[in-house]
């Protein structure tokens, strides 16, 4: 009952929120994507133990693909991206919003798709090793795509504004955002407990001893890679509108910003937890506005000292030292009663 | 009987030692077979080349008439054919039913399959084999703080979790309490008989293993010295000599 109301009250302010604090729709959409890409990195790194520091190569590929797929549907491409002001590109009402749903989804779905073929290399390496080999993918990419004429080199892409008021353009990217967050987050909660969520789990704690068991341990870690990654592309395919301009490295492929603040909302929340990832990237969000607000000059200081003092003094996260303080919130027992109904 | 492992004429070195000299032994479907022998005889490589760990130099191993010595450890696994460890593999940061879930035999899953929540019939299945085990009571607990010897019994029943056709257990006694030893012969017993695995078995405890096993290969410096009943082994002088030590 209790639980119920909880999640009644979070429902509730999830979709008042840009109501209530009308200031702050485009804040409040950021956080969820925060939500969103805390949520995926730990599918892989805290729920199977592969620490990716290249998750956000699917945040600009799903950036690029989404814009490529809106423009390619009305217009030539390599000609709209390589156009000056002389010629201008008009988006009709249903070609801008057609293009905005094939091109998010197509987004997920290319970025899905690639993690399959990047994983089935890299998941040859272990520890930190794959940190760095899939980092290494994520400089790379930003490298490659900003020398791409076609689409926009390093000068990135324009895409059209919202074709009606603003501020109601502000409130549906929340909506996509906040959308996208709870469908993964319930995704997240029913994957953990099925078989697959313990095969990974298996993995993170012995891969050894889950290979020998028999577990097809590279099946398992594509198909979470990929779930991870369809969703981190879906959330980049909706920033690329939401922005309406980007380019690639500092926006797109941007691996000191969003590609390291997904794996600190983690570490902070508390790695292979379902809520330690949201409450990471809620806290940290609210860290760094107020740090980025107040501190100017002194951020990436005050960011390194949060980095630090995680790292040192709560290494499992805040939802890691609340599972020692208060281990029956986690259903965590000894006693030797039934794990099911008592009837069983 | 017919054989369900084929060990034929498997040779492996590593460097200049020679862990196993052109071994040859068949283990029976649905026996207990006893591996025995003086510390470093190789007997644990020649389980590592059984189960894929490391390439042999030559020879060839057969599982129920397959060709394996190619193959890696995730594919023999696949193929019904489970070991367990000396120093046990455990998930110690789970509890006991966790570690138990995790080992349902997920090469028999589709990936689809592997999509559903775990059954009341897996909880049922996991709680049975923690039961007979002896370990029902800290099922709840995580298993690394269990003892060493009550990691080896989970080990044990993770892996009959896993439903294999034969299982590999290296030295499942050592490190239990002694008094405990007697159910445990017991419980390998009732897994053979009830669950029909075939075991394959390296033990340096004489008393397990002569109680044990229905037919017993003595390993010496890599290589095989005797084979026979647990009667034929007791009595062969050349055994008694490869652990007593020769003049």
Known sequence: ?344 | MTSIIEVDEVSKTFGGVIANNGISLQVEHGCITGLIGPNGSGKTTLFNSIVGYHPIDSGSIKFENEEISKKSVQEIARLGLIRTFQQTRIYSAMNCVQNMLISLPHRKMKLSESFHRHTGSDFDKADALLDFVGLYEKRFLTAGSLSFGQQKLLEFAMALMNEPTALLLDEPTAGINPTLINGLIERLKRANSEFGITLFVIEHNMRVIMNLADKIYCLAHGELLAQGSPDEIRNDPRVIDAYLGAN
């Open chain 1, 1 to 344: 009952m209790k639980r119920l109301a909880f999640y009644a009250f979070l429902i509730f302010f999830t979709l008042a929120a840009p109501f209530l604090l009308p200031d702050y729709k485009t804040q409040l959409a950021t956080l969820w994507l925060m939500i969103i890409v805390a949520i995926a990195w730990d599918m892989t790194g805290g729920q199977m133990g592969y620490n990716s520091l290249g998750n956000i190569f699917f945040y600009g590929t799903g950036m690029y693909v989404a814009a490529l797929i809106a423009i390619a549907i009305p217009f030539d491409v390599g000609e709209y991206t390589n156009a000056f002001s002389d010629k201008i590109y008009k988006f009709t009402d249903t070609e801008y919003f057609l293009g905005a749903f094939v091109g998010i989804l197509g987004a997920g779905v290319f970025c899905a798709i690639s993690a399959l073929v990047i994983g089935y290399i890299t998941f040859g390496l272990r520890g930190p090793y794959f940190a760095i080999g899939t980092l290494g993918v994520a400089i790379a990419a930003g490298e490659l795509v900003s020398n791409w004429e076609w689409a926009g080199g390093g000068q990135g892409i324009s895409l059209p504004v919202f074709p009606y008021d603003l501020e109601l353009g502000k409130i549906m990217f929340y909506y996509m955002f906040a959308g996208t967050g709870v469908v993964l987050f319930l995704f997240a909660r029913w994957l953990y407990k099925t078989r697959f969520g313990a095969a990974i789990n298996a993995i993170r704690d012995d891969e050894e001893k889950a290979e020998a068991m028999g577990i097809h341990t590279l099946r398992y870690k594509l198909t979470a890679w990929s779930m991870s990654a369809f969703f981190v592309g879906v959330a980049g395919g909706i920033s690329a509108f939401q922005l309406i301009h980007f380019e690639p490295l500092e926006t797109a492929y941007q691996t000191i910003n969003l590609g390291i603040f997904m794996v600190v909302c983690v570490l902070l929340g508390g790695k292979g937890t379902l809520w330690g990832p949201v409450i990471g990237a809620i806290l940290f969000h609210l860290f760094k506005e107020v740090t980025w607000n107040y501190l100017l000059g002194w951020q990436w200081v005050a960011l390194g000292v949060l980095i630090v003092v995680t790292v040192v003094y709560f290494k499992d996260g805040i939802t890691g030292w609340l599972k020692l303080v208060r281990p029956e919130w986690f259903g965590i027992r000894v006693e030797a009663k039934s794990q099911r109904s008592p009837a069983s």
